[in-house]
């Protein structure tokens, strides 16, 4: 199937759930972050669609003005086709289904964008920090983000110098 014909398929089966961008490529398609986890039911167990395999799953902060993003790339093994779903977020208050006991890989892919990003997949079975220790304060990959002077006493470098870190 091509991109238009995956779309096509999620609009014929769930009316309204795609979110029109202009700024999206041909393999992009945004879905409403309420309709999520239904939708990712749909995707994965529909045979003519048939994603079996969550290649990535990350997030994406679009800057101040912008929300965050939730971005999936889903894989059909048998039909040979791909598909990258956007889900924008709240930035003050970013939560969407999880989808890790759909697609068991998800369960580390959220673990870790939720430790940068600090968006919450909801219903997770184990949703904590994976990357940073779980007192860290803050998201290291947004863009707002401003990182400690120090953790437990201990100095957070900032920058490497030539001479080594400052």
Not at 49 to 66: A, H, I, K, N, P
Request: overall charge negative.
């Amino acid at each position: 199937m091509t991109s238009a014909e995956i779309k096509a398929a999620i609009e014929s089966q769930h009316p309204g759930t795609i979110v029109e961008r202009e700024d999206l490529a041909d393999h992009q398609v945004e879905l409403k972050r309420d309709q999520w986890l239904e939708m990712a039911t749909f995707l994965k167990n529909d045979p003519n669609l048939s994603f079996d395999q969550l290649e990535c799953l990350t997030g994406v902060d679009t800057g101040e003005e912008g929300p965050l993003e939730t971005r999936y790339n889903l894989h059909s093994m048998e039909h040979r086709h791909k598909i990258e779903v956007v889900i924008s977020h709240d930035r003050e208050n970013p939560k969407v289904a999880s989808i890790e006991q759909l697609w068991r890989i998800g369960d580390w892919f959220e673990r870790e964008t939720y430790d940068m990003y600090g968006i919450v997949y909801e219903g997770h079975r184990d949703m904590r920090r994976i990357l940073c220790p779980d007192d860290w304060e803050g998201w290291p990959l947004r863009k707002d983000y401003e990182g400690q002077e120090s953790y437990h006493g201990i100095v957070v470098p900032k920058m490497k110098e030539e001479d080594g870190w400052e």
